[in-house]
């Protein structure tokens, strides 16, 4: 099962995002557990997951929490901003599970 995790401002944006890359893994018959946290829950939740992406709006965290994650191995991007915007749940999809590897 891959473990994705999507950070924002408070969770609430990256909701309907979380929805679609769901739709977009049981289409491809990918087993997968995807949900979206606040960044003040971003210690207590990233060690359960592969991977974490960031909502474009916390953007300017992402150094902070990449050198809070890298002890526990877990990567941290950032969204694609067109991705986000336009919630392309696929190619959200295939970014995470290309920094899982």
């Known amino acids: 099962m891959k473990k ?3 950070c924002c401002s ?3 944006s ?3 995002l979380v ?10 018959g990918l087993s997968a557990e ?3 946290f606040g960044a ?11 991977v ?23 990567p941290v991007d950032t969204i694609n901003m067109m991705d986000y915007g336009m919630q392309r749940g696929d190619k959200v999809l295939d970014h ?3 920094l899982i590897g």
Do not use: C, N, W
């Open 34 to 36: 995807i949900q979206a």
């Open 10 to 12: 408070s969770g609430m």
């Open 52 to 74: 974490v992406l960031l909502g474009p709006q916390v953007k300017y965290m992402q150094a902070e929490l990449q050198q809070r994650a890298a002890a526990h191995g877990v």
């Open 4 to 6: 994705i995790m999507l």
């Open 96 to 98: 995470a599970l290309t």
């Open 40 to 50: 003040a829950e971003f210690d207590l939740q990233m060690p359960h997951y592969q």
């Open 19 to 28: 929805k679609k890359m769901k739709e977009e893994a049981d289409k491809r």
């Open 14 to 16: 990256t909701s309907l």
